[in-house]
């Protein structure tokens, strides 16, 4: 079909498309629900539920997103790998929300570049698995597979997938994205207030000290402007904020893919900025599928397995026409492998002139598992896959315009090492997190820091 609005998305929709063609294609990591008519009823409810996003947003940060393949911005993602249900609640957003734009004004001021921020929340629910089922003592159950499908605890009752979790879901979303959307129209962001930032529970924090006076000499160049033109500096009191999450459930996605009035295509409306995890990106594979015939930008995590020739293909279906904007791929390569695996990628992309966005996870390439039983990151193999990441790029003459990370604003220890040397033994006392660890408040400040050294390098 030709776009009508050409002028503003030259892209073509994909004839053979249709928001539940994916359901042709092997969709793995997808729950198998009990009961059909519940399943078909919870869709139905979705369905006609008002979206979480508008595609004016969307559209918005295509052109951020844009701004960032061509150096002039950068991505900073950030939030939890899944949020749960009953974490939805004031200070876990807003703390999080506090460690974002804390780490968004050290790299505003470090990079002298704006900063598009994007939180992995308000969506962020359903979770790929290594396996479909669990075995604890001797009991095999279904995996948990996050708080959208099922529910984490270790009984039958618990693990059973339900539909009506979809609707919570959509539920927990919308009342995290109102809350956030409320705190930044409130002022919550403002560069006037940097102490609206700060943590209650941080105590004496050497990284902490080095973050307020860089927001002290801010705040003396915001004034020293605010005199000499007499009045307020604008667009200093407030900030956008995208959301993202993993749209591994297509069942959910599907139900909240639309057409809007005067727009041409269709746009998954409940979230801006959909990401493929590395699981699911299959060439052939429904994910792919469903992703390449909506018009929001998107991600696709980028591993160690993928060859130059898959990615070409992969981007060849995800982004045909090389609309600006349009493709981030997420590079999660682990510290050990990155210097062997990433160049040929670079390459290949740099040579045949395609547009993507390149951001570098290097939380999920480095997890591993100690001797008493913890999933962790060791701050150490965090930092040294980032700094490979940037002289990669450097060598390979491409650009790292972003970073991926899991990180919480509550006082938690998931994390080893960093700035408090946070060893095994301190995983015990404030390890929350159902799947993934995060870093914590000082860990993403100095990822933030380090990524202002790397960059001036
Ligand atoms: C994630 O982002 O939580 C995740 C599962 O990542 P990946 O698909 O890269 O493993
Ligand atoms: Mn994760």
């Known amino acids: 079909m030709a776009n009508?609005?050409?002028?503003?998305?030259?892209?073509?929709?994909?004839?053979d498309w249709?928001?539940?063609?994916?359901?042709?294609?092997?969709?793995?990591?997808?729950?198998?629900?009990?009961?059909?008519?519940?399943?078909?009823?919870?869709?139905?409810?979705?369905?006609?539920?008002p979206p979480l996003v508008t595609s004016w947003e969307i559209i918005a940060l295509k052109q951020h997103l844009a701004d960032a393949q061509e150096g002039k911005r950068f991505l900073l993602q950030g939030g939890d790998c899944a949020e749960s249900f009953s974490e939805c609640n004031s200070d876990v957003i807003s703390n999080r929300l506090k460690v974002l734009l804390q780490m968004s004004l050290v790299l505003v001021h470090g990079l002298r570049l704006p900063v598009?921020?994007?939180?992995?929340?308000?969506?962020?629910?359903?979770?790929?698995?290594?396996?479909?089922d669990e075995t604890r003592e001797g009991v095999t159950l279904p995996s948990y597979r996050g708080d959208i499908v099922n529910a984490p605890g270790f009984t039958a009752a618990e693990r059973v997938p339900d539909p009506r979790r979809m609707i919570k879901a959509h539920a927990r979303s919308a009342m995290t994205m109102n809350f956030v959307r409320a705190?930044?129209?409130?002022?919550?962001?403002?560069?006037?207030?940097?102490?609206?930032w700060d943590l209650r529970w941080v105590g004496h924090s050497p990284l902490a000290d080095e973050y307020h006076r860089m927001v002290a000499s801010i705040g003396d160049a915001v004034r020293f402007m605010e005199t000499l033109s007499g009045s307020q500096v604008h667009n200093l009191n407030r900030v956008d904020f995208y959301t993202a999450h993993e749209a591994l459930?297509?069942?959910?996605?599907?139900?909240?893919?639309?057409?809007?009035?005067?727009?041409?295509?269709?746009?998954?409306?409940?979230?801006?900025?959909?990401?493929?995890?590395?699981?699911?990106?299959?060439?052939?594979?429904?994910h792919v599928e469903y992703f390449r015939g909506i018009r929001n930008p998107i991600a696709v995590k980028v591993g160690p397995s993928a060859t130059p020739d898959a990615l070409m293909k992969l981007i060849d279906v995800l982004n045909p026409e090389d609309e600006p904007g349009r493709l981030t791929l997420v590079h999660r390569m682990g510290a050990t492998q990155i210097g062997s695996k990433l160049p040929a990628l670079l390459d290949v992309v740099r040579r045949e002139g395609r547009r993507v966005l390149w951001v570098c996870d290097p939380m999920h390439g480095n997890t591993e598992s100690t001797a008493n039983g913890y999933k962790t990151r060791r701050?150490?193999?965090?930092?040294?896959?980032?700094?490979?990441?940037?002289?990669?790029?450097?060598?390979?003459?491409?650009?790292?315009?972003?970073?991926?990370l899991e990180l919480t604003g509550e006082d938690v220890t998931e994390?080893?090492?960093?700035?408090?040397e946070l060893t095994e033994s301190d995983l015990v006392r404030a390890y929350r997190s159902t799947v993934d660890p995060r870093l914590n408040y000082e860990q993403a400040l100095?990822?933030?820091m380090l990524i202002v050294r790397k960059q001036a390098q």
């Not at 996605?253 to 727009?263: C, D, G, K, N, S």
């Open 4 to 15: 009508p609005d050409r002028s503003l998305h030259p892209v073509n929709l994909p004839a």
């Open 415 to 420: 994390c080893l090492g960093g700035a408090r």
């Open 379 to 404: 701050f150490g193999n965090i930092r040294n896959e980032l700094e490979q990441a940037f002289e990669l790029h450097a060598v390979a003459g491409t650009r790292l315009g972003g970073v991926h």
């Open 18 to 49: 249709a928001p539940d063609s994916w359901r042709a294609r092997p969709a793995t990591q997808m729950p198998v629900y009990p009961d059909a008519a519940a399943l078909q009823e919870a869709l139905r409810e979705l369905r006609a539920l």
């Open 446 to 448: 100095e990822t933030a």
């Open 183 to 196: 705190l930044i129209d409130g002022g919550f962001a403002d560069l006037h207030h940097p102490e609206y």
């Open 249 to 286: 459930l297509l069942p959910y996605e599907e139900a909240q893919t639309r057409q809007v009035p005067r727009q041409w295509g269709w746009f998954n409306l409940s979230t801006h900025f959909p990401w493929i995890g590395m699981r699911t990106a299959a060439l052939d594979g429904a």
């Open 116 to 132: 598009v921020r994007v939180g992995r929340f308000a969506g962020q629910y359903a979770k790929p698995r290594s396996t479909d």
